[in-house]
């Protein structure tokens, strides 16, 4: 079996998208992995030793997988990040390019190799997924500094934390100083993030980042007050947390919380719901959707990318996106 990714020797076939320069403009700051991904009947146990019914090279990244997302719903993205000098690096970059991405800040680190993830998927579509962070560890503020004046005239920066801490609170900094709105998915969660030293408008997270973020026990994330309080010393506005199939819970900065509810789907790979949430979530905020309904169409999207394989390939465009939404007001 090739270890190429699945649209490796199909780059040359794709046709650019093009996108109007007058559309909004969202920057992602975030990591680019390959993705090598594992078919296996249940998850190991810790210790155990499992086969796997087959293996799949695949791009991915949380960052990218974002920007993929925010791309398809037909607006202007920047993706500033890292590749390395691997094999991988060069059709990763086209790839993106091919979804209509500016790639202009996406740096080819030399002697290290692009991020890599390590991923099992069971037979219900739920994934463990250990990082290898390569390339996406090196991402610096100097990256920033090069990606200042995009920050500056974007509609939202969005960001994750699978590049270094001092490089996301760098870009949130630039996003903040310029009055563009900060979208946050805080995932993988870590401890140390400064959160009171920066402002953000929106933060994404599922429910278990959601306990972890606000250091909360499960039944005391609907307890309003305390959230409220944890949020306004974090600096967070509206807090949005994703619950797979149940409703997505919103927190906002002005409003009481609501819940928007998810479609009803048989998941075949879940890895990438989240990043196509934020991804979707973004790209509606950056066009000024007012918030449930951009919620609504992230919960379209999340929950369309677990009907396919992989973590990019299933991602649905503004059509699909638009259509399921009025089926599922
Ligand atoms: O969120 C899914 C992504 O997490 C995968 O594409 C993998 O690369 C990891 O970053």
């Not at 069971?122 to 610096?140: F, L, M, Q, W, Y």
């Not at 100097?142 to 590049?163: G, P, R, V």
């Not at 979707?280 to 992230?298: E, K, M, P, T, Y």
Request: charged content about 20%.
């Amino acid at each position: 079996m090739s270890d190429a990714p699945e649209d490796f020797f199909a780059d040359e076939e794709l046709s650019p998208v093009s996108i109007d320069p007058n559309a909004p403009h969202l920057v992602v700051a975030g990591s680019l992995n390959i993705d090598y991904v594992m078919r296996v009947g249940r998850l190991p146990n810790p210790g155990e030793t499992i086969a796997a019914a087959e293996m799949v090279t695949n791009f991915g990244g949380k960052g990218a997988n974002q920007a993929v997302a925010a791309a398809r719903q037909e607006i202007e993205v920047t993706l500033i990040g890292s590749l390395g000098d691997d094999e991988m690096a060069r059709p990763y970059r086209t790839r993106l390019e091919n979804e209509g991405i500016n790639v202009d800040l996406i740096k080819n680190q030399p002697g290290i190799r692009s991020g890599s993830a390590f991923i099992a998927v069971d037979d219900e579509g739920e994934n463990t997924i250990i990082v290898s962070p390569g390339a996406n560890a090196i991402t610096s503020v100097d990256e920033i500094h090069h990606a200042e004046a995009a920050i500056q005239k974007a509609d939202a920066l969005l960001a994750q934390f699978e590049i270094p801490i001092s490089t996301i609170v760098e870009a949130v900094n630039a996003a903040n100083l310029a009055d563009v709105t900060v979208i946050l998915n805080p995932s993988p969660i870590r401890t140390t993030f400064p959160w009171s030293e920066i402002q953000s408008d929106y933060v994404i997270v599922n429910e278990s980042e959601a306990i972890e973020l606000l250091d909360f026990l499960p039944g005391q994330i609907r307890d309003l007050p305390m959230v409220r309080q944890q949020l306004d010393e974090f600096n967070i506005g509206t807090l949005v947390i994703t619950r797979g199939s149940d409703p997505t819970l919103v927190y906002p900065e002005f409003e009481d919380p609501f819940e928007v509810p998810t479609m009803a789907v048989l998941p075949i790979d879940t890895v990438g719901a989240g990043d196509a949430f934020a991804g979707c979530f973004a790209s509606q905020i950056a066009r000024g959707v007012d918030l449930r309904d951009a919620v609504r169409s992230a919960n379209v999207a999340g929950a369309l990318t677990t009907l396919g394989a992989g973590a990019q390939s299933p991602i649905p465009d503004l059509d699909q996106v638009e259509q399921h939404v009025q089926q599922f007001p």
